[in-house]
């Protein structure tokens, strides 16, 4: 999939696990593992809202477009 979720690298600079984040934004940790491990197919507006109010961010800090065949 050509979108790839940087999310552990900015979990990581703000030094937040990631029970904690999901706590905070109100889903599962499974659910949560799931988008940072690039398994999820969506992700909702009101959920990527959250992440990027408890982080701190912008969606494009976390969400990064890499064209299929430039993919690894």
């Known amino acids: ?3 790839i979720v940087n999310l ?3 979990m ?9 984040l999901a706590q905070k ?3 599962t940790p ?4 799931i988008l940072k ?9 009101s959920t990527l809202e959250e992440i990027c109010r408890c982080l701190d ?3 494009g800090d976390i ?4 064209p299929a065949d430039q993919q690894r």
């Open 12 to 20: 990581a600079r703000r030094k937040i696990s990631a029970g904690e």
């Open 37 to 45: 491990n690039n398994k999820a197919r969506a992700v909702r507006f």
């Open 63 to 66: 969400l990064q477009y890499v």
């Open 30 to 33: 499974a659910n949560l593992s």
């Open 25 to 27: 934004i109100g889903i």
């Open 57 to 59: 961010c912008q969606p």
């Open 8 to 10: 552990d690298v900015m």
């Open 1 to 3: 999939m050509p979108i």
